[in-house]
C-alpha cells in the first residue's frame, strides 16, 4: 500500500508538468480527485490494510495528499493568474514598437508614372481607352490586311458578345461588329485622331491581350506604353532624339540605342529600335538572349490609311508612332529575368520594389 501511494505521487508530479491550461487542468482533477479517481480509489483501499499498518499507512496516506493538493493549487494559480491582463498594465518604452506594413507602387505603374511625367514635361498629353474594342479599331483602321495571321484567334481574344447580351440582356451599339480585348494599343490612336484637331502629340498606356503560349519572355496580359506626333514636319531623327531622351530620363543614365528598318502594317516606313541591355551593358546574357541589345520598340510614320482612317489627310500630315514593350522596359531596368513574375501576386517578388 505504501508502495501504490508513492507510485502515485510520482506520477501525478509528473504528469502535473505537462499541464498547459484550465482545461487540461479539469481533466487532471477529473482522472485523480473525482469521486471515481485514481487517488480517491488509492485512499479507500486504506480501510482493507491490516489494523496493525493502518496508522502509518494513514500518516503517508496524508503526507502524500497535502503534498499533492500544494502542486495542484500551485499549478491552478499559475494557470489563472491573469498574466496579458498584467503585461498591458506595464508600459515598457524599451520594447520594439510595432512596424507598419505600407504597400508601394508596382514596377510597372512605376515606369507608367515615370514615361508619363518625363513625356509631359515635353508637352505630350495622356489619353487612355478601352480595353474591349472593335475589329474596326484593332485591325481595319491599322491598315491589316484581311488575311493577317494577327486577326486570327490564335493571337487575339474574340468575344462572344451576342451570347453574353442574351444570357445578361446587355445592349450593344453595333451587333453586327466583332469585338475583342484589344491585342495592341495603336487602336486608341486613331480614336484620338478622329476626335482631335492636329499638330498633337500624345501618349497612351496600357495593356493588352494575345491568345500566346507563355515563357520567360512571353505573357497573355502585359503592358504597352505608345506615343503619336502629328505635325506638318515630322523628321524620324528628332523622334530618334525623342527616345533617347525618354529612356535617358527613365533608367537615370546614358543609354546606347540604334534604329533599324522594321516591318509592322500600321506604318511606312517602320523602324525598330533596340537597346543595349542594361543588365549585361552589352556583353550578353540570358534575358537579350546573348546578343547584348534587345528589341524595346517598334515604330515608324503612320501609314497612308491610318491617317485616313483617323479622318486625316496624308498629304497635309506627317506623323511618328513610338510603340513601347513596357514589360520589357520594366525587366530592363530592374533586371527581372521572367515576366510571369509581373502578375503572379507573389509577395517576395513584389517587395522588392
Ligand atoms: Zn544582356
Same mark, same amino acid.
Given at each position: ?100 506594413? =505600407?504597400?508601394?507602387? $508596382? ?5 507608367i508614372?515615370?514615361l508619363n511625367?518625363?513625356f509631359?514635361?515635353?508637352?505630350f498629353e495622356i489619353y487612355e481607352g ?52 484589344r491585342?495592341?494599343l495603336t487602336g486608341v490612336s486613331?480614336n484620338y485622331?478622329?476626335? $482631335? ?5 500624345f501618349v497612351y498606356p496600357g ?10 519572355? $512571353? ?5 504597352q506604353y505608345e506615343a503619336l ?11 530618334? =532624339? ?80 513610338i510603340n513601347v ?17 509581373? $502578375? ?10
Amino acid at each position: 500500500m505504501k508502495e501504490i501511494l508513492q507510485n502515485l505521487k510520482s506520477e501525478i508530479v509528473e504528469k502535473i508538468k505537462f499541464i498547459k491550461n484550465e482545461a487540461d487542468l479539469e481533466n487532471f482533477r477529473l482522472e485523480y480527485f473525482s469521486r471515481k479517481g485514481k487517488f480517491t480509489e488509492a485512499l479507500k483501499k486504506i480501510k482493507d490494510v491490516a489494523d496493525a499498518e493502518k496508522p502509518v499507512i494513514g500518516k503517508i496516506a496524508n503526507e502524500v495528499k497535502k503534498e499533492i493538493e500544494h502542486i495542484f493549487e500551485q499549478t491552478k494559480n499559475f494557470l489563472t493568474d491573469d498574466v496579458t491582463v498584467k503585461k498591458e498594465k506595464i508600459y515598457d518604452p524599451t520594447l520594439p514598437g510595432l512596424k507598419k506594413t =505600407i504597400g508601394t507602387l $508596382h514596377p510597372t505603374t512605376r515606369m507608367i508614372h515615370e514615361l508619363n511625367e518625363a513625356f509631359r514635361s515635353l508637352n505630350f498629353e495622356i489619353y487612355e481607352g478601352n480595353e474591349i474594342t472593335t475589329e474596326e479599331q484593332a485591325f481595319d483602321n491599322l491598315n491589316f490586311p484581311p488575311d493577317h495571321p494577327a486577326r486570327e484567334s490564335m493571337d487575339t481574344y474574340w468575344i462572344k458578345l451576342q451570347k453574353i447580351q442574351k444570357q445578361k440582356n446587355i445592349k450593344i451599339l453595333n451587333a453586327s461588329e466583332k469585338y475583342c480585348l484589344r491585342p495592341h494599343l495603336t487602336g486608341v490612336s486613331v480614336n484620338y485622331m478622329k476626335t $482631335h484637331k492636329p499638330p498633337f502629340q500624345f501618349v497612351y498606356p496600357g495593356r493588352v491581350f494575345r491568345s500566346e503560349a507563355t515563357d520567360a519572355g $512571353h505573357e497573355r496580359c502585359f503592358y504597352q506604353y505608345e506615343a503619336l506626333i502629328v505635325n506638318h514636319d515630322v523628321s524620324f531623327s528628332a523622334g530618334k =532624339i525623342l527616345i533617347k531622351t525618354i529612356l535617358e530620363r527613365v533608367f537615370g543614365h546614358e543609354v546606347k540605342i540604334r534604329m533599324r528598318a522594321g516591318f509592322f502594317p500600321f506604318v511606312e516606313p517602320g523602324f525598330e529600335i533596340d537597346m543595349e541591355c542594361q543588365v549585361c551593358h552589352g556583353l550578353g546574357c540570358g534575358i537579350c538572349k546573348h546578343n547584348g541589345w534587345l528589341e524595346i520598340m517598334p515604330g515608324g510614320a503612320p501609314h497612308p490609311n491610318v491617317f485616313k482612317a483617323g479622318g486625316l489627310d496624308p498629304k497635309k500630315w506627317q506623323g511618328f508612332y513610338i510603340n513601347v514593350g513596357l514589360d520589357r522596359l520594366v525587366m530592363m531596368k530592374y533586371g527581372i529575368d521572367d515576366i510571369r513574375l509581373m $502578375h503572379s501576386g507573389d509577395l517576395r517578388f513584389l517587395r522588392q520594389f
